[in-house]
């Protein structure tokens, strides 16, 4: 009996530390990852191993909580400062604490910090970038895909091309498993030399940053709506609900074949006698 | 040609025909690494220990590199078979880069050739047993000789928990009649260093027969000189890497602790962890009083390890191999346990990852292999096999305790063992509603006769 209890009780653990200790704090975990979840958003830093989602901002929406979809990735692999890629040519230390996590990017001559915050009202993902000296940089953003940006529809366009620069980039994208409409917006700090965004199958999938400055600020906000009634998905966050529900199961299961097998047991001891 | 020999051969001829095809790339590639590096005189642990040091400083977080982690002794029955492969093959490096998240590079036509020479003394220890086991009873000799679950750790994964089960066989049959060798057999065993456990009632049976004592313990210190050794050139290595991390660890496994992996925070899942040696410190000291100084050995030997398994944090699929000839040959158990960690190793790694050397060997087998890596990603990313993963944990938890209940209930106390159960229940205020029911049962069946 106490064992029944020590398993059931021990699956509710990640249920308990889901509601109650993961919020809007940045955790670390697996081979050197970070996740942070707020409100509004779940944010991946991936691990050293792994150029892509550093970070990757996702968005929960608000008829489905549950749903975290990808609102815009920032790649490390397609990232380069001074002609030095982010991935490759630069060693890097990872330090969370509660809010904010900080990511250090060094060479000789270059320090570059990455701050990634959620914004004090909840309602953006801040990722700040702090250098010791000026420098060129080109930032790689992925979304896949994006219907438009800043109003350009993807079926006009075949090449990438190189659009107005500006402080907010607008875009909108379709989320089929919800059939649901997502907009996405990054408010920049200050003025790019150049934003491009590059066509893929039927939308964009990337939109490229480039600026010269010691500091610069990416603020990804998003929101998602539905005019329908959105199916239910599965989501990975969903296991903490579902593991309590497993282990009895399975101990229902272990439980109902063992008193199946003492009846049977003690009826042919009847029988034999 | 007298059965016993044929089984032998048999189980032999198996092994060695799966051998150059299959690996799992992490285990295989850290025997591989580790046997050059002894070869060249180099210190196994300060390199672990500096990997580990600087994924700590890059990550600010307490993770350690896994590469090798075992007692010292481990890698002399590697580096011999490595020394005669680089005969062959030269000394040019065939396996880059196997440690996880990363997969290896292979070199042809060498890779199948190394792991045929890798898995050898895995192979010669799977013999050994099934010799053993012949010399009682040549059914059970099969069963271990032809046992799926065993033949994929051996001879596919190539993991070497075979030798350990060599060793805790040879311990447990030479127990009584020769200490010393008793004693060396054990410290050996200790290669993984889980049956570390057993450490206890092994001492305390032989308290009273003081001579005997004395030559277990002279043999299991002979095999220990290489941890003085190694605890005296580099003891913060060798501390670090022995003793941190395989204390420290985050529980998990074929277990019911699994649960943990979904909970990604690292520093909540360490101290989450650090809980359950309570629960495995408790049952092994009631053990303890159980088998202290009555019972059969191989019941008690058992007993420990099985309450290892149940309450120990982390219970990797291959442990179960270490064990089952003890298991095969304790008529309490139920050795058709295995099939539980047969199919969590499925869950856990698509089976081509063990099949990267075949994969690997053309482009148009890779582009397969990254095919299907997608799916399972996607599945994995879902979180769907998270929960076979955990049924099967908590499935293989309850049979571990349904056979050492078994044996505790099949062996006389050296103390009122259930007496001391009952007492701390009552102390605790609870009883069970099932013994509840059963002395119901029991008083009307009195009735009706």
């Known amino acids: ?273 | 040609m007298e059965s016993k020999r044929k089984v032998v051969l048999a189980a032999l001829a198996v092994r060695l025909a799966l051998a150059p095809f299959f690996m799992h790339a992490g285990d295989v590639g850290t025997i591989y690494e580790s046997s050059i590096m002894i070869l060249k005189g180099q210190n196994l642990y300060d390199f672990v220990y500096q990997r580990t040091m600087q994924m700590q400083y890059v990550t600010g977080l307490p993770i350690f590199f896994e590469g090798y982690a075992y007692h010292p002794l481990l890698i002399y029955f590697f580096a011999p078979f490595y020394w005669i492969y680089s005969i062959i093959a030269g000394p040019n490096p065939v396996m880059i880069d196997g440690h996880y998240p990363a997969l290896p590079i292979l070199v042809y036509p060498w890779t199948p050739i190394l792991l045929f020479f890798l898995k050898i003394p895995i192979f010669l220890a799977d013999i050994a047993v099934v010799y053993l086991l012949a010399r009682s009873d040549l059914k059970k000799a099969e069963l271990y000789a032809f046992c799926p679950y065993v033949i994929f750790i051996s001879a596919i994964w190539g993991m070497f928990d075979a030798i350990v089960a060599a060793f805790l066989l040879i311990t447990y049959l030479t127990y009584e009649k020769n200490s010393f060798t008793s004693g060396v057999a054990y410290g050996l065993s200790l290669l993984k260093l889980y049956t570390i456990v057993l450490l206890p009632l092994f001492v305390v049976r032989l308290i009273g027969k003081w001579r005997e004592l004395a030559m277990f313990l002279a043999g299991l210190t002979l095999t220990f000189l290489p941890v003085v050794y190694y605890l005296i050139v580099s003891p913060t290595s060798f501390w670090n890497v022995l003793v941190t991390f395989q204390g420290t660890r985050v529980m998990g496994g074929v277990n019911l602790y699994n649960f943990i992996w979904i909970v990604p925070d690292l520093r909540f899942d360490l101290q989450v962890s650090a809980y359950t040696n309570v629960l495995l410190v408790i049952s092994l000291v009631l053990l303890l009083l159980h088998f202290g100084r009555k019972g059969p050995m191989l019941d008690a030997i058992l007993a420990f390890m099985l309450a290892y398994f149940l309450f120990g944090r982390v219970l990797n699929e291959q442990f179960l191999v270490s064990i089952l000839p003890l298991m095969l040959l304790c008529r309490e158990c139920d050795y058709r346990l295995w099939v539980a960690p047969f199919v969590f190793i499925f869950l856990r790694s698509p089976f081509y990852y063990f099949a990267v050397p075949i994969l690997w060997a053309s482009p148009v087998f890779y582009s397969y292999y990254l095919s299907a890596d997608t799916i399972w990603r996607g599945l994995q990313a879902a979180g769907y096999l998270m929960i076979p993963m955990y049924a099967v944990g908590v499935a293989f938890s309850l049979l571990l305790l349904l056979n050492l209940q078994r044996i505790l209930e099949s062996t006389p106390s050296s103390v009122r063992f259930g007496e001391l159960l009952r007492s701390i229940s009552r102390t605790a205020g609870f009883q069970s509603p099932f013994s509840r029911v059963r002395v119901l049962s029991r008083r009307v069946r009195i009735l009706l006769r």
């Open chain 1, 1 to 273: 009996m106490f064992f029944v209890i020590y398993i059931v009780g021990l699956s509710f653990v990640p249920l308990i530390h889901q509601t109650l200790l993961s919020k809007n704090a940045w955790l670390g975990y697996g081979t050197g990852a970070y996740a942070l979840q707020s409100q509004r958003y779940f944010i991946l830093f991936n691990d050293p191993y792994d150029g892509s989602s550093k970070p990757n901002i996702h968005i929960n929406p608000y008829f489905a909580p549950n749903a975290r979809i990808s609102l815009l990735e920032f790649s490390d692999w397609t990232s380069w400062v001074n002609g030095f890629n982010l991935f490759n040519d630069f060693n890097v230390t990872m330090r969370g604490n509660q809010e904010i996590l900080d990511v250090t990017y060094m060479r000789p001559g270059i320090t570059l910090h990455k701050f990634i915050q959620v914004s004090p009202d909840g309602n953006g993902v801040i990722v700040k970038l702090v250098a010791n000296k000026e420098l060129t940089a080109h930032l790689e953003l992925w979304k896949w895909v994006m219907s438009s940006v800043n109003g350009i529809s993807a079926s006009k366009v075949s090449k990438p091309i190189v659009i107005p620069t500006g402080t907010v980039i607008n875009y909108t994208f379709w989320y089929r498993a919800l059939n649901a409409v997502g907009n996405g917006s990054i408010l920049l700090s200050r003025n790019p030399t150049q934003i491009e965004v590059w066509p893929f199958e039927d939308g964009f999938n990337k939109i490229t940053v480039d600026f010269i400055n010691s500091e610069m600020s990416l603020t990804v906000s998003g929101s998602m709506s539905t005019a329908t009634t959105p199916p239910f998905i599965w989501d990975y966050s969903d296991l903490p609900y579902v593991l309590p529900v497993v282990a009895i199961l399975v101990i229902a299961v272990y439980l109902l074949v063992a008193w199946h097998g003492k009846q049977k047991k003690s009826r042919s001891r009847s029988s034999r006698s």
